[in-house]
T-cell receptor
Framework: DARVTQTPRHKVTEMGQEVTMRCQPI?????VFWYRQTMMQGLELLAY????????DSGMPKDRFSAEMPDATLATLKIQPSEPRDSAVYFC??????????????FGPGTRLTVL | AQSVTQLGSHVSVSEGALVLLRCNYS??????LFWYVQYPNQGLQLLLK??????LVKGINGFEAEFKKSETSFHLTKPSAHMSDAAEYFC?????????????FGSGTRLSIRP
């Protein structure tokens, strides 16, 4: 049963520290999405990639957030420096571009980030 | 621009009762519509999707949704609620078929089930 995996599942850090979240998309999926979920804002799209190239990162605060795909099996979301308002659950999702399920995104379990 | 509006941030029903979660969409082109479910401390899971093949869409766990273009609605229903249905439900819209297009999520509806 193929799944999107995310690490770490939980992260507590202090303001000003760098945070790196990792995502392993489902093998063969070539689109990857990063979402942030908070009580106040709900589910927000931060950035997404197709074939490792960023398609849209307009939802991401540019000054402190960065998203990359070093290779097809790893996507990273980095926050430097972190701030308390970044506390949220960050989800990664992946999807195929072609085939019967090309319209579906598959979500990972999320990384719960708390910035003190 | 595309968007979805979920009416009611919290819905509570008795076990065995009808579940109705409302979603209205706004789209300038034929939309692709989705319902996702999120159980506590988990990621989102696809319940069902509308991709223009049939207006009544059946999903997992006994849920179904009907696409009504005249009402711009895509409400989610289940005839008989079960305790395990307690979760948050998200309606979502996308412009294109491929997962390479952005999905816009609604604000979510938390479903509670009373014994």
């Amino acid at each position: 049963d193929a799944r999107v995996t995310q690490t770490p599942r939980h992260k507590v850090t202090e303001m000003g520290q760098e945070v790196t979240m990792r995502c392993q998309p489902i093998l063969g999926h070539n689109t990857v999405f990063w979402y942030r979920q908070t009580m106040m804002q709900g589910l927000e799209l931060l950035a997404y990639f197709r074939n490792r190239a960023p398609l849209d990162d307009s939802g991401m605060p540019k000054d402190r957030f960065s998203a990359e795909m070093p290779d097809a099996t790893l996507a990273t979301l980095k926050i430097q420096p972190s701030e308390p308002r970044d506390s949220a659950v960050y989800f990664c999702a992946s999807g195929p571009v072609t085939g019967l399920t090309a319209d579906t995104q598959y979500f990972g379990p999320g990384t719960r980030l708390t910035v003190l | 621009a595309q968007s979805v509006t979920q009416l009611g941030s919290h819905v509570s029903v008795s076990e065995g009762a009808l579940v109705l979660l409302r979603c209205n969409y706004s789209s300038s082109v034929p939309p692709y519509l989705f319902w996702y479910v999120q159980y506590p401390n988990q990621g989102l899971q696809l319940l069902l999707k509308y991709t223009s093949a049939a207006t009544l869409v059946k999903g997992i766990n006994g849920f179904e949704a009907e696409f009504k273009k005249s009402e711009t609605s895509f409400h989610l229903t289940k005839p008989s609620a079960h305790m395990s249905d307690a979760a948050e439900y998200f309606c979502a819209v996308r412009r294109g078929y491929s997962s390479a297009s952005k999905i816009i999520f609604g604000s979510g509806t938390r479903l509670s089930i009373r014994p």
